[in-house]
């Protein structure tokens, strides 16, 4: 007995000697001046294998030794832990060389600045859920596009320990093990031998679900990086939406009464033949407006909700579309009453004015209170005219446009196309919101009738799925995958997506609006209510229902934003319907583009005087801006940008609120004088 004991104390003793002690190399690279392509890569030599490794960043999984997308200036690090449990933590950094590396490091402090006070979120805790599911962890190595299970390490319904090696699966040459996350009963999906991950004919990945951890009492939710999950409600979507709710009631739900008058005033059947002041009709006022929000925020915005919510988030941004009519209603009625014509026929008004004068009359606090928040709006809205208005969307039409197949090589040519945009661009805004009015009333019918009617022939070939396609949405809701971070989750990401795409209560639309012809304000901000319902309620819809009938919503094949949009259409339609998409893409683009051209050059003339010297500055800002866009990559710029037209929100609302009274007052005469007669239907 004693000579066991030493035999195994000398090969214990052995093994530990002969163990190489765990090295850890950490090379960070950037190989190129564009932004945000920095690569880090992970060396171990030594140690006891398998090793996991924890990335500073949340989107970079455990089975990686290779990180790619980080940021130059950013400090990148990363924890190698074996198998025997020794760890070292490595850091690097790779300085900013190029203007554009250094411009992005630059607006990082404002970018985190903003985002603690919109995103600041209020209620936040740990999110914790149910259960857990495994899919198949793939490396970031494109050459590894199969992977298998060879072997489960324990059996189905056994007790597992948080982050103890429950599997074995293989790559083809390399053998990894599979790591439970949490501690539960494991409940096994794919069995020994079969293949978990792989890329399909489209060349784009599927991965199915290995196995379920069924937990005693709810867990934290963990990223990818084995963080755990906060969640609460960005303070900026709150909000929105309190505003929306706020605005229906005060309104007297005028977002459902509403829709029926609006259309015919759209049609034209309250307009007076004598004429009234303004710029544009009523429908000219709704198409330049729908133009700027009607767009990519529905094409990537909706894919953006199902791929991190899953299907029921569209039933929350249906709900926030509805109620979101309220606030259009609101800021547009006040847009109207508060602008001033001068002599020319040039029409001034939006926030800034009604901010402006409309507080005034409340008094010398309001007054001045009124000053700081126009100031505040103007200067907002002239920021985030040139990156989300502008910068954003010439980047996005470019991108899209160099994807399509014959085309891959033309990405290096973004400058050129950022010249014949402008040169468009600019064609169109020297001649103002009457220019830009007639432009838009051909460009936004037209490509909302192509993508509505491309959805339609998806939703048609499905007719039979309807039904399930709306009651997945709305299960989907109310019961969502632990995974999407349960109701609460799924519900602010429906509200978050619909809030950042019809940009109901950001007060944007209201200086399209404000040109309207019509002596009647409330009558316009009628008309506007119409805008979230087409957006969010009709498009938006359109676009999940094809996500969710072609597949995508239950496997998006690692696709994200407008590309998983363009691969559930061409699925159904095959690959010309990328053209169209393209078409559609660029069309949202240039029609957002020029419409977002007058909200920032009125914010602009607000700051710098009501001249035509004053607007031709701006228009050629406006214009060099196009083609930064479509040349260089924007990262931390456009985010700032992103969170200025978000930050609208702030004075507007506030404004809104201060004034909600003599719009109800307005809205209550004003059916009152159509009962009488006092207001004449002309056709």
Same mark, same amino acid.
């Given at each position: 007995?004693?000579?066991?004991?030493?035999?195994?104390?000398?090969?214990?003793?052995?093994?530990?000697?002969?163990? =190489?002690?765990?090295?850890?190399?950490?090379?960070?690279?950037?190989?190129?001046?564009?932004?945000?392509?920095?690569?880090?890569?992970?060396?171990? @030599?030594?140690?006891?294998?398998?090793?996991?490794?924890?990335?500073?960043?949340?989107?970079?999984?455990?089975?990686?030794?290779?990180?790619?997308?980080?940021?130059?200036?950013?400090?990148?690090?990363?924890?190698?832990?074996?198998?025997?449990?020794?760890?070292?933590?490595?850091?690097?950094?790779?300085?900013?060389?190029?203007?554009?590396?250094?411009?992005?490091?630059?607006?990082?402090?404002?970018?985190?600045?903003?985002?603690?006070?919109?995103?600041? =979120?209020?209620?936040?805790?740990?999110?914790?859920?149910?259960?857990?599911?495994?899919?198949?962890?793939?490396?970031?190595?494109?050459?590894?596009?199969?992977?298998?299970?060879?072997?489960?390490?324990?059996?189905?319904?056994?007790?597992?320990?948080?982050?103890?090696?429950?599997?074995?699966?293989?790559?083809?040459?390399?053998?990894?093990?599979?790591?439970?996350?949490?501690?539960?009963?494991?409940?096994? @999906?794919?069995?020994?031998?079969?293949?978990?991950?792989?890329?399909?004919?489209?060349?784009?990945?599927?991965?199915?679900?290995?196995?379920?951890?069924?937990?005693?009492?709810?867990?934290?939710?963990?990223? @990818?990086?084995?963080?755990?999950?906060?969640?609460?409600?960005?303070?900026?979507?709150?909000?929105?939406?309190?505003?929306?709710?706020?605005?229906?009631?005060?309104?007297?739900?005028?977002?459902?009464?509403?829709?029926?008058?609006?259309?015919?005033?759209v049609q034209g059947k309250y307009d007076d033949p004598d004429g009234h002041h303004g710029e544009v009709s009523?429908?000219?006022?709704?198409?330049?407006?729908?133009?700027?929000?009607?767009?990519?925020?529905?094409?990537?915005?909706?894919?953006?909700?199902?791929?991190?919510?899953?299907?029921?988030?569209?039933?929350?941004?249906?709900?926030?579309?509805?109620?979101?009519?309220?606030?259009?209603?609101?800021?547009?009625?006040?847009?109207?009453?508060?602008?001033?014509?001068?002599?020319?026929?040039?029409?001034?008004?939006?926030?800034?004015?009604?901010l402006s004068k409309g507080l005034a009359k409340k008094g010398p606090f309001f007054a001045q209170l009124g000053?700081?928040?126009?100031?505040?709006?103007?200067?907002?809205?002239?920021?985030?005219?040139?990156?989300?208005?502008?910068?954003?969307?010439?980047?996005?039409?470019?991108?899209?446009?160099?994807?399509?197949?014959?085309?891959?090589?033309?990405?290096?040519?973004?400058?050129?196309?950022?010249?014949?945009?402008?040169?468009?661009?600019?064609?169109?805004?020297?001649?103002?919101?009457?220019?830009?009015?007639?432009?838009?009333?051909?460009?936004?019918?037209?490509?909302?009738?192509?993508?509505?009617?491309?959805?339609?022939?998806?939703?048609?070939?499905?007719?039979?799925?309807?039904?399930?396609?709306?009651?997945?949405?709305?299960?989907?809701?109310?019961?969502?995958?632990?995974?999407?971070?349960?109701?609460?989750?799924?519900?602010?990401?429906?509200?978050?997506?619909?809030?950042?795409?019809?940009?109901?209560?950001?007060?944007?639309?209201?200086?399209?609006?404000?040109?309207?012809?019509?002596?009647?304000?409330?009558?316009?901000?009628?008309?506007?209510?119409?805008?979230?319902?087409?957006?969010?309620?009709?498009?938006?819809?359109?676009?999940?229902?094809?996500?969710?009938?072609?597949?995508?919503?239950?496997?998006?094949?690692?696709?994200?934003?407008?590309?998983?949009?363009?691969?559930?259409?061409?699925?159904?339609?095959?690959?010309?319907?990328?053209?169209?998409?393209?078409?559609?893409?660029?069309?949202?683009?240039?029609?957002?583009?020029?419409?977002?051209?007058?909200?920032?050059?009125?914010?602009?003339?607000?700051?710098?005087?009501?001249?035509?010297?004053?607007?031709?500055?701006?228009?050629?800002?406006?214009?060099?801006?196009?083609?930064?866009?479509?040349?260089?990559?924007?990262?931390?710029?456009?985010?700032?940008?992103?969170?200025?037209?978000?930050?609208?929100?702030?004075?507007?609302?506030?404004?809104?609120?201060?004034?909600?009274?003599?719009?109800?007052?307005?809205?209550?005469?004003?059916?009152?004088?159509?009962?009488?007669?006092?207001?004449?239907?002309?056709?």
């Amino acid at each position: 007995m004693k000579k066991l004991l030493t035999l195994l104390f000398l090969t214990t003793t052995f093994l530990t000697f002969s163990q =190489e002690t765990l090295q850890v190399d950490l090379k960070v690279q950037d190989f190129e001046d564009k932004i945000d392509d920095v690569t880090a890569e992970v060396t171990v @030599k030594g140690g006891v294998e398998p090793y996991r490794y924890i990335w500073s960043q949340k989107g970079v999984n455990i089975y990686t030794s290779k990180a790619t997308g980080l940021s130059e200036g950013d400090t990148i690090a990363v924890t190698v832990i074996d198998a025997a449990n020794n760890s070292i933590t490595k850091k690097g950094i790779v300085d900013a060389e190029s203007i554009p590396e250094h411009f992005n490091n630059a607006m990082k402090p404002a970018v985190a600045f903003m985002q603690s006070i919109l995103f600041y =979120e209020v209620f936040a805790d740990t999110v914790k859920v149910p259960n857990n599911v495994l899919k198949a962890p793939f490396a970031l190595d494109e050459t590894k596009k199969d992977y298998f299970v060879k072997e489960w390490l324990v059996e189905d319904g056994a007790k597992v320990k948080h982050q103890q090696a429950i599997a074995i699966l293989k790559d083809g040459e390399k053998e990894f093990p599979l790591f439970a996350v949490g501690t539960g009963v494991l409940e096994i @999906k794919a069995k020994a031998g079969e293949q978990v991950h792989f890329v399909n004919k489209r060349g784009n990945r599927s991965d199915k679900v290995l196995a379920i951890i069924d937990y005693p009492n709810r867990q934290p939710f963990y990223h @990818k990086n084995l963080t755990t999950k906060t969640q609460g409600f960005p303070l900026i979507v709150l909000w929105l939406v309190l505003g929306a709710v706020f605005f229906t009631v005060r309104m007297k739900f005028i977002n459902f009464r509403g829709p029926k008058h609006a259309i015919e005033l759209v049609q034209g059947k309250y307009d007076d033949p004598d004429g009234h002041h303004g710029e544009v009709s009523h429908f000219q006022a709704l198409v330049t407006a729908l133009s700027a929000t009607v767009g990519l925020g529905n094409i990537a915005g909706v894919a953006i909700a199902i791929s991190m919510g899953g299907p029921g988030a569209t039933f929350w941004m249906i709900l926030a579309g509805l109620l979101g009519m309220a606030s259009k209603f609101v800021e547009c009625t006040l847009g109207v009453k508060y602008r001033h014509q001068k002599e020319d026929g040039e029409v001034f008004g939006g926030p800034m004015y009604y901010l402006s004068k409309g507080l005034a009359k409340k008094g010398p606090f309001f007054a001045q209170l009124g000053k700081v928040l126009a100031l505040l709006f103007a200067i907002l809205c002239v920021g985030g005219s040139l990156g989300g208005g502008n910068m954003f969307q010439a980047n996005q039409a470019f991108n899209q446009l160099s994807q399509l197949p014959g085309l891959e090589g033309f990405s290096s040519y973004g400058f050129y196309f950022g010249i014949v945009m402008a040169i468009l661009v600019g064609v169109v805004i020297v001649g103002g919101i009457k220019s830009i009015a007639k432009v838009t009333d051909k460009i936004v019918p037209t490509m909302v009738g192509i993508y509505v009617i491309s959805a339609l022939v998806i939703i048609g070939f499905n007719y039979d799925n309807l039904g399930f396609g709306f009651r997945t949405i709305f299960n989907g809701a109310f019961s969502p995958d632990a995974i999407y971070g349960g109701f609460i989750g799924v519900l602010i990401l429906g509200f978050q997506r619909a809030a950042f795409s019809n940009e109901a209560g950001v007060g944007s639309s209201a200086i399209a609006h404000s040109a309207a012809i019509t002596d009647e304000p409330i009558s316009e901000g009628i008309v506007a209510l119409l805008e979230p319902f087409i957006d969010t309620v009709v498009v938006c819809t359109m676009t999940a229902l094809v996500i969710i009938f072609t597949g995508y919503s239950a496997d998006p094949e690692g696709l994200e934003g407008a590309a998983l949009t363009s691969a559930a259409f061409s699925s159904s339609l095959g690959d010309w319907s990328l053209y169209v998409l393209t078409f559609a893409v660029v069309l949202f683009a240039f029609s957002t583009m020029i419409s977002w051209s007058y909200y920032g050059l009125k914010a602009w003339t607000y700051l710098f005087g009501e001249t035509k010297s004053a607007g031709l500055v701006y228009k050629f800002i406006f214009l060099v801006f196009v083609v930064i866009g479509s040349s260089v990559g924007l990262g931390a710029v456009i985010d700032f940008s992103d969170l200025m037209i978000l930050g609208m929100a702030f004075p507007n609302i506030l404004g809104l609120i201060l004034m909600s009274g003599e719009v109800s007052a307005d809205l209550k005469d004003y059916f009152e004088r159509i009962k009488s007669g006092a207001i004449k239907k002309f056709k």
